[in-house]
């Protein structure tokens, strides 16, 4: 049973930097074909995919937050972090980790990250 | 950027067949993936690879494509479908993109 679990603060300032990370269980990123991604969701609005992290340590970003956004894996810790700089109230959302094998499959329970001052 | 287009809103009765479509330029080349998300509740996989359907999922979800256009079906619709769906793909580069979500009404 593949499960994930996001961690982190709940409450960041604006321009601060937020790191989350992302436990997993049931699977290995280093497995072909295997990835993890981050997904946020603003409260009431859609989903938004942000980074991705393959098994081969190849990477992907959201064309809008690349030069704000940086994923890296821990292989040996089941563990994938996403860093997301000069944080702002838009920033504000739930933000999902998933396991990724071309399609989303399972997601973690979501973390709500609210940025205010 | 690649865009996924969706209809905010559609509404059925129960026991009616809801379609929800997903319009994008790369889709005809992409394969289209479908999310179901209940309120407080993270997204779930309802259909991969266009049409194929993860165990443990109804056989009234079922998903086509034709063109730049792929469409989730659920026939039958039941009370308990009452949720967000969300379409998503890529483009040739790998980014992965959503679509803006469509709340589906069962009245």
């Known amino acids: 049973q593949i499960t994930l679990k996001e961690s982190g603060p709940t409450l960041v300032k604006p321009t601060q930097t937020l790191t989350l990370t992302c436990t997993f269980s049931g699977f290995s990123l280093s497995t072909s074909g295997v990835g993890v991604g981050w997904i946020r969701q603003p409260p009431g609005k859609a989903l938004e995919w942000l980074a991705l992290?393959?098994?081969?340590?190849?990477?992907r970003y959201s064309p809008s937050l690349k030069s704000r956004l940086t994923i890296t894996k821990d292989t040996s810790k089941n563990q994938v972090v996403l860093t997301m700089t000069n944080m702002d109230p838009v920033d504000t959302a739930t933000y999902y980790c998933?396991?990724?094998?071309?399609?989303?499959?399972?997601w973690g329970q979501g973390t709500l990250v609210t940025v205010s001052s | 950027s690649y865009e996924l287009t969706q209809p905010p809103s559609v509404s059925v009765s129960p026991g009616q067949t809801a379609r929800i479509t997903c319009s994008g330029d790369?889709?005809?080349?992409?394969?289209a993936y479908w999310y179901q998300q209940k309120p407080g509740q993270a997204p779930v996989l309802v259909i991969y690879k266009d049409s194929e359907r993860p165990s443990g999922i109804p056989e009234r979800f079922s998903g086509s494509s034709s063109g730049t256009t792929v469409t989730l079906t659920i026939s039958g619709v039941q009370a308990e479908d009452e949720a967000d769906y969300y379409c998503?793909?890529?483009?040739?580069?790998?980014?992965?993109?959503f679509g803006g979500g469509t709340k589906l009404t069962v009245l």
């Open positions: 998503q793909s890529a483009d040739s580069s790998g980014t992965k993109v």
């Open positions: 992290i393959y098994w081969n340590d190849d990477k």
């Open positions: 790369a889709l005809p080349k992409q394969y």
């Open positions: 998933a396991h990724d094998v071309g399609w989303f499959d399972p």
